[in-house]
């Protein structure tokens, strides 16, 4: 099964303005929700229980970034998805995180926290080292039989830095016509 990295798409969308500082003074005491917001996807935790009524509008990040997508990815391992994506897709994406809802521009959206690790393929995984220390990744690659059902995903080889998903999702979004991700090829960062 194919796998993708997802991106943001900066040519044509805006992205959601909202950062880890202003959603840490929507939910509470900055102090208190700031060490749970800045470890949730590596610690994997829950974010709904301490959810309150959370908004923030979209910015552009180029001149020719003037859409709302659809669905987009958000401080890298989360999605963003309008009331059309989390229509069409929250029966799929249920097992595997937890939906929290937005207002963005006024609207009803949602955040999608993907609570989904896959196994990683050690002998087609590659660690990269740097003066003697690990400094990312050279190869990604993920055990096929574990990710055959599942839709997206989160690596702790990658320290999750991104969130990944299966050929099945990226039709999915083609089949619904959900536009602002990019699905890209390479699972590691070239840089």
Not at 63 to 81: A, F, G, H, Q
Not at 113 to 130: G, M, S, Y
Request: overall charge negative.
């Amino acid at each position: 099964m194919k796998v993708f990295r997802l991106r943001h798409s900066p040519e044509k969308f805006m992205t959601f303005g909202l950062d880890i500082m202003m959603l840490a003074e929507q939910l509470g005491d900055i102090d208190e929700m700031l060490p749970t917001l800045m470890n949730y996807p590596s610690a994997n935790e829950r974010l709904l229980p301490i959810w309150k009524d959370v908004s923030a509008d979209f910015r552009p990040l180029s001149k020719t970034s003037t859409e709302i997508p659809d669905i987009s990815v958000w401080d890298n391992t989360t999605l963003l998805l309008n009331e059309k994506a989390f229509q069409v897709l929250k029966d799929y994406l249920e097992f595997e995180g937890e939906f929290l809802p937005v207002i963005a521009e006024g609207e009803q959206m949602y955040l999608f926290n993907c609570l989904t690790f896959a196994k990683e393929d050690f002998e087609l995984t590659e660690k990269k080292f740097l003066g003697g220390f690990e400094n990312g990744l050279k190869s990604l690659a993920f055990e096929e039989d574990d990710i055959k059902s599942k839709l997206l995903f989160k690596s702790n080889m990658d320290y999750c830095a991104h969130l990944f998903a299966t050929s099945t999702f990226k039709e999915l979004c083609e089949k619904f016509n959900l536009e602002g991700l990019m699905f890209e090829d390479s699972l590691v960062n070239s840089f």
